[in-house]
């Protein structure tokens, strides 16, 4: 059974850093491409990034572009999302998904996703 676990969410301050870690299972993690994506209630579904197979092409959204880097361990079948110098807006649940998607994520289903709070 194919499943991605988020986690690693919580309070954090304006400017620290948050590394959340996506666990996948049933499948290894790069033979196929994998998406972050966060949702806030007012800009729902936003894309973060994608990393394609093998990990060799990574994409940013122009928020993410040298705050957020996208990581794999093979090994422990993990990605990870490390963002720094986090900002309020950067508040939202954050989800890992299988494919390369930018947008168009209606009717897609999501795991239980891991909440960042940004607050001072």
Do not use: H
């Amino acid at each position: 059974q194919v499943q991605l676990v988020e986690s690693g969410g919580g309070l954090v301050q304006p400017g620290e850093s948050l590394r959340l870690s996506c666990a996948a299972s049933g499948f290894t993690l790069l033979s196929y491409p994998l998406t972050w994506v966060r949702q806030t209630p007012g800009k729902g579904i936003e894309w973060v990034s994608s990393i394609g197979r093998t990990g060799a092409d990574i994409k940013y959204a122009d928020f993410a572009k040298g705050r957020f880097t996208v990581t794999s361990d093979d090994a422990q079948n993990m990605l990870y999302l490390q963002m720094d110098n986090i900002k309020p807006e950067d508040s939202a649940v954050y989800y890992c998904i299988r494919g390369w998607i930018m947008s168009n994520y209606e009717g897609r289903q999501f795991g239980q996703g891991t909440q960042v709070i940004v607050s001072s």
